[in-house]
Nanobody, 124 residues
Framework: QVQLVESGGGLVQAGGSLRLSCAASGRPFSAYAMGWLRQAPGKERETVAAISGKGDSTYYADSVKGRFTISRDYAKNTVYLQMDSLKPEDTAVYYC?????????????????WGQGTQVTVSS
């Protein structure tokens, strides 16, 4: 099992930026793919970005392409989500998740371990 602790959420104006961090522990960091997912009130949880165990492959939802960047630091066992040009529709609880495979996935149900979530609110 992987323990995940997120940080970096908050309130930002439209057009602003935030960086989310997720510190992982419990397994070799490169052994699992990581994802950032979000869930807005009344909506299903969706994968916004994912990265392979080796960090050589990434996935982005169409709604965030060109604005969000996922990365991972193996020395710090941390995965990041840099969010730029934020929009009010990006408002949601953001979750960090780990999949017990080196291959990334865009399917929420494929993730095995989850962080507690961090709120991101973008004001217009």
């Amino acid at each position: 099992q992987v323990q995940l602790v997120e940080s970096g959420g908050g309130l930002v104006q439209a057009g602003g930026s935030l960086r989310l961090s997720c510190a992982a522990s419990g397994r070799p960091f490169s052994a699992y793919a990581m994802g950032w997912l979000r869930q807005a009130p009344g909506k299903e949880r969706e994968t916004v970005a994912a990265i392979s165990g080796k960090g050589d492959s990434t996935y982005y939802a169409d709604s965030v392409k060109g604005r969000f960047t996922i990365s991972r630091d193996y020395a710090k066992n941390t995965v990041y989500l840099q969010m730029d040009s934020l929009k009010p529709e990006d408002t949601a609880v953001y979750y960090c998740a780990a999949r017990r495979s080196v291959m990334y996935t865009s399917t929420a149900q494929d993730y095995d371990d989850w962080g507690q979530g961090t709120q991101v609110t973008v004001s217009s």
